[in-house]
DNA sequence: GGCGGCCAGATTGTATACGATGTTTTGCAC
DNA sequence: GTGCAAAACATCGTATACAATCTGGCCGCC
């Protein structure tokens, strides 16, 4: 039972309440209820919580460094709206830091961590052939799952929090500039990494996921949606 | 005193003042003036920069994200003890994430950043030789500084604040484990690393990189210094 | 003498209050 | 009607206040 990829649930080390914001309000904006430019205001999020502006503020500070929203100064703080360039360097982080990550999780890999990459497959798949909006977010995070739960099993905690925070801006970058409307990624591809790691092939399995990363990029191009804004995004 | 305030700048990214606060500890922590496990409460911060615990709190938050100090609830913040495990998982991140900077870096690279760098190096030598406290606090962040500049020169946002953290928490690394008194970094080798870079010879400045972190890392005796908590301390 | 509960001090967790700083709107002159 | 200025508004920045929780010591009870 010693899978890799089991003990996530550990998170504690900051405050108490606002953890549950800054989560809440990241699901929002990787699964894209949450639009780029739109206002978070410390109070609207306070509301929407039920809690005083310190704790929503805490929440929006802590997200800003994770670079999803940014905050400018007496203005307000805003869901991040990343420039071509930032993608672009978001991008260029994850190629540079994936095939490191495959490789470390490729050595520490148990058969149980293969089962559960093969389960989050199954249901990315399941996912895409869905219609709907909550479909089509589920099918997001599992997707970005995938990427994360190989940092996960790399064992390295201080790259799991990085890719945490580049599959989030990746997210918010496909928001804006993503043209085939459907996955942030070829759910294929993952199948197929899966499989040279299984077969121990590592230096394709690097290969694809340097290829995986280039489609994802090769989707992008300069665009802009349309928000819907935090109130719907929260209630039920 | 204020000592520590010495930068008027006009930061902007997150709030105003916490940054101020923030940046005097980290550079107190990177520096070793602080010592793994002292603790810092909101209050005492707070009367040291003339502030309210609410700056206080903010940038100890801001430093707890960045894996430098830790806060437990209810209880306190402390400078981070990094346990050897997580020393092992810095390196090992560092190893994954330097080689890729090192290259980008050098795809950038003017004759300017080249200047730069070797300027660098004869501040750290200058200081490498001084003795005293404070030449040796010079040194170790002059040290750092060489890692991280490579990241600014590879023009990646992200993949900079990554380094920044990474060297401020190899730091406490070294100053909980290290053996050797002197310098957290072979000077000569950043040296070496510089002069392949110059001459074109990418794999060889990427080698050279690996081995000098493994050279930091093994001067590193990952055994406890002081408590090992008590359930570890009894049994075995 | 040892042990458990209770009270006091300290420290953090959260909320609210007030001041500072932009942003928008209004009103007036031209 | 247009343009500028000043006030009203909204929002953030920081400080302070109060509640919750932990720590450590004191005291009575066994």
């Known amino acids: 039972m010693k899978s890799a990829a089991k003990a996530q649930q550990a998170e504690d080390s900051t405050d108490t309440g606002a953890q549950q914001i800054r989560d809440a309000i990241r699901e929002a904006i990787v699964e894209r209820r949450l639009s780029p430019g739109t206002k978070l205001s410390e109070s609207d999020v306070g509301n929407l919580f039920?809690?005083?502006?310190?704790?929503?503020?805490?929440?929006?500070?802590?997200?800003?460094?994770?670079?999803?929203?940014?905050?400018?100064?007496?203005r307000g703080a805003f869901?991040?709206?990343?420039?071509?360039?930032?993608a672009r360097q978001i991008f260029s982080a994850r190629r540079l830091v994936e095939p490191g990550i495959l490789r470390e999780a490729?050595?520490?890999?148990?058969?149980?961590?293969?089962?559960?990459?093969?389960?989050?497959?199954?249901e990315e798949g399941r996912l895409m052939s869905e219609r709907g909006q909550t479909?089509?977010?589920?099918?997001?995070k599992a997707s970005g799952d995938f990427h994360l739960t190989l940092a996960v099993i790399s064992g390295?905690?201080?790259?799991?929090r990085f890719m945490e925070e580049l599959v989030a801006r990746s997210s918010l970058v496909i928001a804006l500039y993503g043209q085939s409307t459907a996955s942030s990624c070829g759910h294929s591809e993952h199948g197929d990494i899966v499989s040279a790691i299984e077969a121990d092939e590592l230096d394709r399995a690097c290969q694809l996921?340097?290829?995986?990363?280039?489609?994802?990029?090769?989707?992008?191009?300069?665009r802009e949606r349309k928000s819907l804004g935090l109130k719907e995004a929260f209630e039920l």
Chains 1, 2 share one sequence.
């Open 50 to 74: 039920n809690v005083s502006r310190t704790l929503a503020r805490a929440a929006l500070q802590a997200l800003s460094y994770e670079g999803l929203v940014s905050v400018e100064k007496n």
């Open 79 to 86: 869901v991040a709206y990343p420039s071509p360039e930032e």
């Open 106 to 122: 490729a050595a520490r890999i148990t058969p149980d961590d293969i089962t559960h990459l093969r389960q989050l497959l199954l």
């Open 135 to 140: 479909a089509r977010r589920a099918e997001i």
């Open 156 to 160: 390295n905690s201080i790259m799991q």
């Open 209 to 222: 996921m340097l290829h995986h990363i280039a489609h994802i990029e090769a989707d992008l191009d300069l």
